[in-house]
């Protein structure tokens, strides 16, 4: 499921996150994604407003501040590698 910075906040808020986890983007060169973990153990990622499309972040600086937005207070960076 996919929601926006606004909806994300809101969950956060009602205690539904527990988690916030940045990725690389998928077949973007030095850009990131924001997924969270919700109490269920679902995920959810960042999209674009009233969009379903992934939020593409170019920096990490810029991922972590719309993680701080929504509530977190630290981010787990995961560096998936392909071999």
Known sequence: MAVDLSAMR????DGALKAAIV????MEIGAWVLTVERTDG????MTVARKDRHKIYKSLESVSAD???????EVKVV???VA
């Open 23 to 26: 990725s690389p983007a998928p």
């Open 67 to 73: 993680a701080a937005r929504v509530g977190f207070s």
């Open 42 to 45: 679902s995920h959810e990622y």
């Open 79 to 81: 560096n998936l590698q």
């Open 10 to 13: 809101k969950l956060y808020k």
